[in-house]
């Protein structure tokens, strides 16, 4: 199982980044997808999540009305839409996949990880 992220970068405060995580070696449509972040000397913390059949969405409060994730099950992909970019949102991006009936917001809830993608943004 193979969890490729993409998309992170530097950019100013304000502005959009999409992310993307694509999965190979696992039946995709049967997993509920997550997206995690972790900044330097913190522990990693739940940002959204989206159930297999993408109906439902969750968000953590801080994202809220400013992220929004989505996946494309014909392409094996989650993604991750940023917007209103804030300092705070620095961190490591992670995708994580996770099969069961309801979708987890805890890390160690999740089975396969991506390597994660770096956000910078600059105030």
């Known amino acids: 199982v193979q969890l490729q992220a993409s998309g992170g970068g530097l950019v100013q405060a304000g502005a959009s980044l999409r992310l993307s995580c694509t999965a190979s070696g696992l039946t995709f449509s049967s997993y509920n997808m997550g997206w995690f972040r972790q900044a330097p000397g913190k522990d990693r913390e739940f940002v959204a999540a989206?159930?297999?059949?993408?109906?439902?969405?969750l968000y953590a409060d801080s994202v809220k009305g400013r992220f929004s994730i989505s996946r494309d099950n014909a392409k094996n992909t989650v993604y991750l839409q940023m917007n209103s970019l804030e300092s705070e949102d620095t961190a490591v991006y992670y995708c994580?996949?996770?099969?069961?009936?309801?979708?987890?917001?805890?890390?160690?809830?999740?089975?396969?990880w991506g390597q994660g993608t770096l956000v910078t943004v600059s105030s």
């Open positions: 989206v159930s297999w059949t993408g109906s439902r969405t």
């Open positions: 994580a996949g996770h099969r069961a009936l309801l979708v987890p917001v805890r890390p160690q809830d999740y089975e396969y």
